[in-house]
């Protein structure tokens, strides 16, 4: 059986998701490396067409490139007006070329003609774990509902369409929620809190 680890590689290149996990696994596991921090630059194609496809896929490809226990997400915007786009799709909506503000400008373009009652939306966030030693793996996911804005609002808080979104119940987006009040809330945040379970299902501890 092989032991919970105490080192365990976040597999994204994202440093705003990175910053998140590091947040999020402080006080639940002590040593987090990232991909750099793990001398990896390779890109793992997400060809999956779901978000649990992809995160397996990258855990398992980061585990065997590091040699260690690795932990991936794929994470999106969904929004019921667009028929789910962005979807697995968010981090590449409207063409490779774009960041993190162009998506954002895109997708305010595609709902210029979407009403406010109709601008519903959730954050999916899926978390794969994968040991490489014994070759077990295990997916947990989180889900936040709430609407897109017809304008950004930030405090500079979050990345992505975090300036976009605001969770059901609230009156702040994602960007101005302070890091501790959202991470209670976000998809990722429940994602996270199952990991306990999904370290006991990988690890057998």
């Known amino acids: 059986m092989h032991p919970n680890p105490t080192r365990l590689l976040i597999a994204t290149h994202n440093q705003g998701k990175l910053r998140e996990y590091r947040d999020l696994l402080a006080h639940r596991l002590p040593d987090i490396v990232g991909l750099a ?42 929004v019921l007006a667009l028929d789910g786009a962005p979807g697995v799709y968010s981090a590449r909506y ?11 400008a895109y997708l305010l373009a595609q709902m210029q003609a979407v009403p406010a009652a109709e601008r519903a939306a959730f954050f999916t966030c899926v978390i794969a774990l994968h040991d490489p030693h014994s070759g077990r793996s295990a997916i947990v996911s989180g889900r936040c509902d709430g609407h897109i804005l017809t304008a950004e609002r930030s405090r500079g808080h979050g990345f992505g369409y975090d300036a976009l979104f605001v969770p059901q119940g609230l009156s702040e987006t994602f960007a101005e929620l302070n ?27």
């Open 37 to 78: 921090e793990a001398g990896i630059t390779h890109d793992v194609d997400e060809t999956g067409t779901t978000f649990a496809a992809n995160a397996l896929l990258k855990a398992q490809a980061y585990a065997a490139l590091a040699g260690l226990p690795a932990l991936a997400d794929d994470s999106g915007l969904s």
């Open 179 to 205: 890091p501790t009040d959202k991470h209670r809330i976000s998809h990722r945040g429940q994602a996270v809190a199952q990991l306990p379970a999904l370290l006991a299902e990988v690890f057998g501890t």
């Open 94 to 104: 409207g063409g490779d070329g774009l960041d993190d503000a162009g998506r954002r």
